[in-house]
């Protein structure tokens, strides 16, 4: 399992951040940084992928 | 209470025919009749189609879809390279495309530019950040609310929820933010309201509304201009600085794109929350079963506030116009129609909400679209709506539990916010 970001697509809107703050957060160039590869709170990641505005984030559930 | 709920209009009794999404009028009736007209237009006519106003000055344009389904809102929303919001976002007409961008900013871009720039200021606004400024808009929030106290107490006690509650406290805190002076923050509340009246006469005595609204925008930008070379000068930890210094593709933000980006932060900080506190309170006020409820748990602060945005949607529509051919669940349409992502309609959607039209501060889950839906657009300021309304709410069960609304509610002649003038309401009776 393995969490990626498209840096591109992301806005900045933070919902991520606000779901799976032990997972995520806004980086200050307003664009998301993926603070644990490996997720200890899979459930939480996966709403936040769920809830993303832009789809920027996603879960690889084999890697 | 002395405003009895109203019970929900029978949506067979709305005569469709009557219906005009685009008379500003039709938007001072009831809630209650406009979303019987809703249900009917998202149970037979999904896409329907209407005809966009008159407005002197600007050529008539081809009309409009309403989107009022839930699925097909959120389907157009997550299609931004298909549904553009760079033709417009916050008009029914095309408007010349300066104005466009010098009005909607961020909100009437597309990507790649949009995300660029929304960047910039995304860092502000997210959960992590916002922690910081809980405190001061927790001191803004009792600061507010001791002053209507005082104002009741010094008068006979009535006093106006919107003038007295539901304006002042997004209006500081985003001033607070932007670093906007005390001395300047009168005329930002006035112009900010015309930008946003829709046009309705009130809020325009003396001008034509173009008019009205090409002087308040001019205004705001003569602010902007001011405060960006005081920054520029001696920088400071706050939005304005960020953006007059930060570089986008390595160059700065021209005076025209700060000047519009300034603008849009202003009044889509205010006019949304301030709309969201008032009509939360009339929610409450004539649901007093629901007030106590949440007022007694601090639990409900979460759903509360989600309940609301839902309940109030205070930005009713945002456009979107296709940019090819295509379909969209079984509907056909042709590069240039324009679609109005009816909020208000789709938060009511009996196929996403159990009995959408009860007001229940406890509902859960509540995926409304309040805040936008699925897009890049999604509400840049929603963490800290959110938390303003949080704030707000628990102060006023606390420190105003005796607040009685006493008049009916004067309503904005508007399509497009969702808003109330004045709420007369009471304190200090025994509620
Ligand atoms: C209850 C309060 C609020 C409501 C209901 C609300 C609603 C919305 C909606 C519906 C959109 C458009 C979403 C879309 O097109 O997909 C939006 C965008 C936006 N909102 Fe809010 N908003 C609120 C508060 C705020 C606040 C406090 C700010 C503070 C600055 C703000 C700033 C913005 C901005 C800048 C955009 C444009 C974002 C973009 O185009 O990328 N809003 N909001």
Redesign the pocket.
Known sequence: MRVVADREVC?GAGSCELLAPDAFKVDDDGAVRVLQEQPDDAAAVRDAVSQC?TGAITLLERD | MTIAAVPPADAGGVDLATVDLSDRDWWTTPPEYRHAAFDRLRSERPFAFFAEPDIPGFPPGPGYHAVTRYADLEAI?CRPAVFC?GKG?VSMQDVPADLNEFY??????DDPR??KI?RI?SKT?TPRMLERTLDSVRAVVDDVLARARAKAEAGDGSIDVVADIAAPI?LR??CD?MGVPEADRASVLANSNVILSGGDPELIENDDPLTAFLTAGMEMAALMERLAAERLAEPRDDLTTALVSTEVDGERLSHQEIAS?FI???V???E??R??ISQGLLALSQHPDQWARWAADPALDRTGVEE??RW????T??R?TATQDGEINGHAFTAGEKFL?F?AAANRDPEVFADPQRFDVGRDPNPH??????????????H???R??QVTFRAVFDQLPDLEVTGPPHRLASSFVNGLKRLPARLGGDR
């Open positions: 806005v505005p | 929303s919001s976002a909607g900013s961020l909100i009437s871009m949009h995300a929304r200021v606004f997004p805190v985003i933010m980006f849009l932060l202003l889509a900080g205010n949304t929350t709309n969201a609301v945005v109030v949607s205070p930005v529509w945002m979107r992502l909020y679209v309040g805040f936008g839906s699925k897009g890049p657009h999604f509400c840049l300021g929603a800290l709506a959110r303003e309304l």
